[in-house]
């Protein structure tokens, strides 16, 4: 039997799935960040809160230090993955998030929506 928040966490995450979905099928020409911005709603992601730990929905941002701009950009949907488009033109993927983050070096930084 299902508890409450693991309902919301599990439609969170298909809510967000099919967002990316069609956000990638309706724009052939997305990078990671624009991606990451057109299924999570938000321009200006380094404005957002700063989280600790991951949850459904964050904004994951890899490298960014000083005025280098950020590696990648992905979105966690819970249970270890991560949905993202890995370069230019590409396809949404769904991936897990240690596979990212060992191929993208640096810090990672977590935004809260």
């Known amino acids: ?8 966490e599990n439609n969170q995450s298909s809510v967000l799935i099919d967002k990316g ?12 960040k624009l991606f990451t911005q057109l299924v999570t709603g938000v ?8 989280a600790d730990n991951m949850d459904v929905g964050d904004i994951l941002v890899w ?3 000083g005025d280098n701009p950020p590696r990648h950009y ?5 249970d270890g993955q991560v949905m993202e488009v890995e370069a230019w033109g590409e396809p949404m ?6 596979d990212v983050s060992d191929e993208y070096e640096g ?3 977590i935004f809260r929506p």
Not at 74 to 78: C, L, P, R
């Open 1 to 8: 039997m299902y508890k409450y928040w693991e309902f919301f």
């Open 21 to 32: 979905r069609l956000v990638s099928k309706t724009n052939n020409h997305l990078n990671c």
């Open 43 to 50: 321009d200006d992601i380094f404005n957002l809160p700063k």
């Open 63 to 65: 490298g960014r230090h």
């Open 74 to 78: 992905s979105v966690f949907i819970g």
């Open 93 to 98: 993927r769904i991936h897990s998030f240690d």
């Open 107 to 109: 810090d990672l930084e």
